[in-house]
C-alpha cells in the first residue's frame, strides 16, 4: 500500500521560507507525477504545483508562481516544495499527492502538514 508523509511544515512570518518534503513508500509504479495542494480552513483544496515524473515539466498555480519551487528526487522517493516569500495567504494545510501515469485522478494521498504565515 503506497504511503506518502509530509514534514516541514510550521510557523513564519511574511516574507519568509520553508520547504516542505513528501517522502513515498510502499509502492512500486515506475511513472508518477507528483502534486502539491492546499487547502486553507473554510475553504475547498486547491492546486498549488506539480511535476513530472522525470522531473522535467512543471506547472504552478497563478498564486504561487515565481515563489513556489517543486522538485523531486526519484532515488531517495521524495518530493520537494520550496516556498519563498510567504503571505498570510498562503496559510493553510497542504498535501502532498501522487498520480501513476494514465490515471485521471491523484491516485493517493499524504494526511498534510500544516503551514502558518502571520503578517
Known amino acids: 500500500q503506497m504511503h506518502l508523509a509530509e514534514s516541514g511544515g510550521g510557523s513564519v512570518q511574511a516574507g519568509g521560507s520553508l520547504r516542505l518534503s513528501c517522502v513515498h513508500s510502499?509502492?512500486?509504479?515506475?511513472?508518477?507525477?507528483m502534486g502539491w495542494f492546499r487547502q486553507a480552513t473554510g475553504k475547498g483544496r486547491e492546486f498549488v504545483a506539480i511535476?513530472?515524473?522525470?522531473?522535467?515539466?512543471?506547472h504552478y498555480a497563478d498564486s504561487v508562481k515565481g515563489r513556489f519551487t517543486i522538485s523531486r528526487d526519484n532515488a531517495k522517493n521524495t518530493v520537494y516544495l520550496q516556498m519563498e516569500n510567504l503571505k498570510p495567504e498562503d496559510t493553510a494545510v497542504y498535501y502532498c499527492?501522487?498520480?501513476?501515469?494514465?490515471?485521471?485522478?491523484?491516485?493517493?494521498w499524504g494526511q498534510g502538514t500544516q503551514v502558518t504565515v502571520s503578517s
Open positions: 511535476v513530472s515524473w522525470n522531473g522535467s515539466i512543471r
Open positions: 510502499g509502492g512500486t509504479y515506475s511513472t508518477y507525477s
Open positions: 499527492a501522487m498520480r501513476i501515469v494514465g490515471s485521471i485522478h491523484y491516485d493517493f
